[in-house]
């Protein structure tokens, strides 16, 4: 077997070897990534926010003619 064919079968069981470990590692992140598990995502904030907290206190209801 000469280099030639030596280095094209390398590169051949390279390929396969390689592209479904991508797949694999494409696929893993996606997961991760939904679930909000990745080290480069915010974290949540811890503290609770309620929408309209900072507005003044106003009466309920319609005001009387």
Known sequence: MDAEQRR???????????????????????LAGSAEFLPWQPEPTRIPITPFADLPATTAGTPAP
Do not use: E, M
């Not at 070897?17 to 694999?24: A, G």
């Open 8 to 30: 094209r079968r390398t590169l051949v069981i390279a390929v396969i070897v390689l592209v479904p470990l991508l797949i694999l590692a494409a696929w893993g992140l996606s």
